[in-house]
């Protein structure tokens, strides 16, 4: 896409991962404006049932499933393209008529589809932590070099801005694109991320050894897939979210913090270097973030729910316990070792909350064997490309699905 299509009346679509839980609410958002988006693409894993609903509702031009023999199960209406080739995803993502990807899927999977979007000139719109975590240092370039063109057409114009580009969909980097709008980064004292601090919060530690998945997917706040609920519970979400942060707005290790804010109504703050805080506040509603990311610099009427700030709401904060949860400095200090680190940090916490929920590891075990990952595959010399960080997770998921780690 050129970034003038963008003022077209309607923006094409495609979103991969559209049966999961953020590929669901994104569609929800965009049967809400049907003057102003066209669902171009949809994508799956397996979920053909799920699919099939999505396709018959929203009569996309073309449909992927990374499971062919579920493929063959769709009834695919005349007009709409089936397509099971493994470079699905990235075939989508740079037709012609696609504006806008939504990516909503997990894993390394969605590194190519990303790349491919941004090199095509599409907006890339992400719930995926892999995008930035291992791959920063490949996907904040296109970004740049995007917003640059416009820049040398019109600075003023909000595309000359990387986050125009690539887009995050979480609540916490939402709140703290939506409060940087319009302020210079140079002016910028620090980030802070807000956590609801999980299930776990007020845990001991000696009790946390004995934590269940049924436990850890007992969140207070949020209803989310059993991987970043788990991620919740250990922190290692927002130790993620501290490394997509320096990717996605330039700044510093030290100058990113974390909060835990039971109440999960301030998704993020930035402080100035004036001592003033601006904060996003709001409902805990995905809706709000994944409208915001398909809408952006612009904003429209949503069904998300409002805060009232006079019926009783309260706001408490309090800083993180990086002993009981030792990943918020496992993943601080992977990124400020490099793009090997955190690529070998964010491979090794998949197999370590698989084998979390089928109670073959503990759970002071994730942040254990993660950091012990870390060590071990996180050294690497240069940057790693695509094909290196492929590598890279077929060897950490070979180790770290037989590994014993003590923790």
């Known amino acids: 896409m050129v970034d ?155 595309f000359a801005s990387p986050l125009c580009w690539v887009r995050p969909i979480d609540s916490e980097h939402s709140a703290i694109w939506q409060c940087l709008v319009g302020e210079d980064l140079a002016d910028v004292q620090r980030l802070v991320l807000t956590a609801s601090g999980g299930p776990f919060r007020e845990w001991p530690a000696d009790r946390l050894a004995a934590a269940t998945a049924r436990d850890a997917l007992a969140h207070p706040t949020w209803s989310m897939g059993a991987k970043v609920t788990v991620d919740s519970a250990t922190l290692m979400n927002k130790g993620l979210e501290i490394v997509e942060a320096r990717w996605l707005y330039d700044v510093d290790y030290p100058r990113i913090d974390v909060v835990i804010h039971p109440q999960s109504l301030v998704h993020s703050l930035v402080e100035f270097v004036d001592g003033s805080l601006k904060a996003q506040l709001g409902r805990p509603d995905m809706r709000i973030p994944i409208q915001y990311a398909l809408t952006a610099p612009r904003r429209r009427s949503g069904p998300a729910p409002r805060l009232g700030l006079v019926e009783g709401t309260e706001m408490t904060f309090q800083a993180p316990d990086e002993t009981r949860f030792p990943a918020l400095d496992i993943a601080r200090s992977a990124g400020q070792r490099g793009p090997w680190a955190t690529a070998a940090l964010i491979c090794a916490d998949e197999v370590a909350v698989r084998r979390f929920l089928e109670g073959s590891l503990s759970f002071p075990g994730i942040s254990a064997m993660v950091g012990e990952a870390v060590e071990r595959f996180g050294a690497g010399e240069g940057e790693p490309d695509l094909a290196a960080l492929s590598a890279l997770e077929a060897e950490i998921g070979a180790w770290a699905s037989g590994a014993a780690v003590d923790g």
């Not at 559209?18 to 994104?26: F, K």
């Not at 970004?143 to 416009?150: F, I, M």
């Open 4 to 158: 003038g299509a963008w003022h077209r009346p309607r923006i094409g679509v495609a979103v991969l991962g559209s049966t999961g839980s953020i590929g669901r609410q994104a569609l929800d958002v965009l049967a809400g404006a049907p003057e102003r988006f066209s669902v171009m693409g949809l994508a799956a894993a397996s979920d053909h049932a799920t699919l099939q609903e999505q396709v018959v509702r929203f009569r996309p031009r073309v449909v992927a499933m990374a499971d062919a023999s579920a493929g063959q199960r769709l009834e695919v209406p005349l007009g709409v393209t089936l397509d099971t080739a493994p470079d699905a995803l990235e075939r989508i993502s740079v037709r012609d008529d696609v504006d806008l990807v939504v990516i909503a899927t997990s894993g390394i999977v969605s590194l190519r589809p990303v790349l491919a979007a941004l090199a095509a000139g599409k907006i890339v719109a992400t719930a995926n932590k892999e995008t930035l975590v291992c791959a920063g240092h490949l996907v904040m370039p296109l970004a740049r070099e995007l917003a640059g063109r416009v820049a040398a057409r019109d600075p003023r114009d909000p």
